[in-house]
């Protein structure tokens, strides 16, 4: 039994026929068949089963595969931390991030990671779910993925780099523009924009409201916080979001920011398979996007109370 007869019976299972992968591996179908013999072998049990349109693993193959999966997925791991640091750091970083991520979270970090590891590729995939966001992390496809920090998840380990405090946004016009801040309770029963309805986020949102015995009225909901802004900027509706680093304006502008400071702030950070099994420049990104955003956040959680802010596109 070998790496590539596993690798191999691999692909046969994800793709149901060997004919598929013999073209793919430019091989014949014997030899690619040769492979899974060997394994049914040394196994004393059949893998495949022979249908008209392909073939399906069986019971045993299934047991097989999900471990055979899981222990090259680790190996190739191995491979490409030695790789990395034989290299001296070189290689890529692979980011999982959503709509609004880098701009918010990770753009002094970007630059001052470019600066230290100038041969390292940054890789940013946008991923639209958090459930995607895990997958990829699973698979090996991504290394690291910045994420609202939920429940636990098999297979993956989440850091809370920063926490949000939530805040108010607003149209200069609107009632409560000139409050310093809010209580909660004083917005039970008012509508407003509804953050992604099946994101952690929102649902973080609605337990934190709930702690306090408050309950919203919602209008149509949006894709990101970027946009619940822009629409609070519009006086379109009133949105409940929380406070990711933006730019601070003076006073004057057609957005207002009320503290929020009665909702548990909404936790943020990494997601990765394994900690231990991180490459060194993708703990090194981690790292910088972490220290930057820890730095940063007690200086305007200490502002939030008396600060009027606005937050753009572009």
């Known amino acids: 039994m070998t790496l590539e007869d596993l690798r191999v019976f691999i692909a046969v299972c994800r793709a149901g026929s060997l004919s598929s992968v013999a073209r793919d591996l430019g091989r014949t179908q014997s030899a690619v068949s040769q492979h899974v013999k060997r394994l049914e072998r040394e196994t004393g049990t059949a893998l495949l089963e022979r249908r008209p349109r392909g073939v399906v693993p069986t019971q045993a193959g299934r047991i097989l595969e999900a471990a055979a999966g899981e222990g090259i997925n680790a190996l190739d791991v191995a491979v490409r931390q030695l790789r990395d640091l034989v290299e001296g750091h070189s290689g890529y970083v692979r980011v999982a991030t959503g709509a609004t991520t880098v701009r918010h979270f990770m753009s002094e970090a970007v630059v001052a990671f470019r600066r230290r590891h100038p041969k390292v590729n940054l890789e940013f995939r946008t991923v639209s779910s958090g459930r995607g966001s895990f997958d990829a992390l699973a698979d090996g496809t ?173």
Not at 281 to 306: K, M, N
């Open 142 to 314: 991504l290394d690291l993925a910045w994420i609202t920090i939920g429940p636990p998840v098999r297979g993956i380990e989440q850091r809370t780099v920063v926490e949000l405090p939530w805040l108010l946004a607003v149209p200069a016009d609107d009632p409560l523009a000139g409050r310093p801040h809010l209580d909660p309770a004083e917005l039970s029963g008012a509508r407003v924009i509804r953050l992604p309805p099946n994101s952690t986020s929102a649902a973080h949102l609605e337990a934190a409201c709930a702690e306090r015995g408050v309950r919203f009225a919602y209008e149509p909901s949006v894709a990101d916080w970027d946009t619940a802004l822009l629409l609070a900027e519009l006086g379109i509706g009133r949105a409940v979001v929380p406070a990711v680093p933006g730019l601070p304006v003076p006073g004057d502008g057609p957005l207002r920011l009320v503290p929020l400071p009665g909702l548990r702030p909404l936790p943020v950070g990494w997601a990765v398979r394994r900690w231990d099994a991180l490459s060194p420049p993708a703990r090194a990104f981690a790292d910088t996007v972490a220290a930057l955003r820890r730095a940063q956040a007690p200086a305007r959680s200490a502002s939030l109370p008396g600060e009027e802010e606005r937050l753009r596109d572009g």
